[in-house]
Structure formats: structure tokens, C-alpha cells
């Protein structure tokens, strides 16, 4: 139910309070058609001039300012503070792998993970809000753990891929699991094109998983096998 509804559910009468309505409210009971007042068609008029207005500017209306809308901005802002880590963290692991099949992959992901980076801010930018980081304590854990688990393999071996290949597969599953339940909670919120958005972004991820799981499958597992 949009918020247009919601308000005009408001105005339809209980049950309880048929028996004490004036008449016209009694017949609005009795047919079960939330009628609009006056007051509600003006105030109809100025949601949908404000919407327009809000759409020229390239930015959805807000719903409400209930506490998931909250939480909401609170994760894209815990996900954007991840993503300038997320890109960090690749750019000095990208000299680090082996084989240049990791690396080109690794270099691809910094790429995307930059143009991520500008999509949420487009986001901030649709929901009229600033955008912010947020600490983000799970990304800042995985990307320390990353780093031990790559110091800990030698320079030049396929261990090292292997090892590359797990820590950026935990960062992208991280991101597949936030990025998944942020679409579902725009699309809640009524955010069409915040969850188009969200929903790229996801797609992104989740190729860079698949092509991770390839390339170990296909060579680099065996490789280091052998060593
Ligand atoms: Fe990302
Ligand atoms: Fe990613």
C-alpha cells in the first residue's frame, strides 16, 4: 500500500465507530469506499506536485521516516564506508597474486568496485541524503583477515592465488548478503529506482564470485597442488 493509501485508510471509519459517525461517514461505512474529503484532495494535489517536483530533481519521495527507513540509510552508509575499503584493499592486492589471470581479474574488480562506489552515491543522491560512511567493524575484520591469510603464503606461488581467491570471495559474499537485502528493503520502501541501482550492484558481485570460483576451479587449485 503506498502512502496515498495509508492516508486515506486512515480516514475510513472502524467498526467501532460506525455507531457514533455523522451520516455521510455512515454511508461511507456502508458501501466500503474510502471517500475523499476536500481536505484529502488538496492534500492529494500537494503530494503529487511534490513528487513531481522530487522526480525533476531526479529523487524519489520519502515513504516515512519510520525506523526502517532509518536503518535503511544506516546500511547504505555502513556499505559505502565498506566499498572505499573494498577498493583500497584490492588496489595493493592486485600486485600480489600470481598468476596474471587473478590479477586481471583483481584489476577488473577495482574498476567496478569504483564505478559501485559512484552508484551509491547516485543512491544518497535519489533518497535526497547526504552521502556519509558509516564504520563498517565486519568489512574492516575480513579485509585484516585477507591480508594475514596473503602475507602467510610466499611471493609467486599459486598458494598465494589460492589464498587471494578465498579472502575476495568472503568480501563478495559479504557484499552479495548486504547488497541482497538492501534491494528487497527499497523495494519495501517503494525506492524503484534505488533498488534498480542496488540491484546492478548485486548482479556485479555475484559475477565476481562465479568468475573467482572458475578461475581456482579451472587451474589454480591444481597448480598449487602441485608445489
Ligand atoms: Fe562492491
Ligand atoms: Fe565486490
Do not use: W
Request: glycine residues 4%; hydrophobic residues 30%; contains cysteine.
Amino acid at each position: 500500500m503506498n502512502q496515498k493509501d495509508k492516508n486515506l485508510e486512515k480516514t475510513a471509519p472502524s467498526k467501532s465507530e460506525e455507531s457514533t459517525i455523522i451520516p455521510v461517514e455512515e454511508d461511507k461505512a456502508a458501501t466500503g469506499k474510502k471517500q475523499k474529503t476536500s481536505a484529502d484532495t488538496d492534500d492529494s494535489d500537494q503530494e503529487n506536485s511534490n513528487q513531481s517536483e522530487l522526480k525533476k530533481q531526479g529523487m524519489e519521495n520519502k515513504n516515512n521516516n519510520s525506523e526502517l527507513e532509518k536503518f535503511f540509510l544506516d546500511a547504505l552508509q555502513d556499505i559505502y564506508y565498506a566499498e572505499a575499503k573494498i577498493e583500497e584493499s584490492l588496489a595493493k592486492i592486485k600486485h600480489k597474486a600470481t598468476s596474471e589471470e587473478l590479477q586481471e581479474a583483481i584489476e577488473d574488480h577495482e574498476l567496478v568496485t569504483k564505478k559501485q562506489i559512484l552508484r551509491l552515491e547516485k543512491v544518497f543522491k535519489h533518497l535526497g541524503e547526504e552521502a556519509k560512511k558509516k564504520k563498517c567493524d565486519a568489512i574492516d575484520g575480513i579485509l585484516k583477515e585477507v591480508d594475514e591469510m596473503v602475507k602467510s603464503t610466499k611471493d609467486g606461488s599459486m598458494t598465494r592465488d589460492v589464498a587471494i581467491i578465498i579472502g575476495a570471495q568472503k568480501v563478495e559474499h559479504y557484499e552479495i548478503a548486504t547488497y541482497g537485502g538492501l534491494v528487497q528493503i527499497a523495494i519495501t520502501l517503494g525506492y524503484e529506482k534505488v533498488a534498480d541501482l542496488l540491484e546492478t550492484t548485486l548482479d556485479e558481485e555475484e559475477e565476481t564470485d562465479y568468475l573467482l570460483t572458475e578461475i581456482a576451479e579451472e587451474h589454480v587449485n591444481f597448480e598449487a597442488a602441485e608445489e
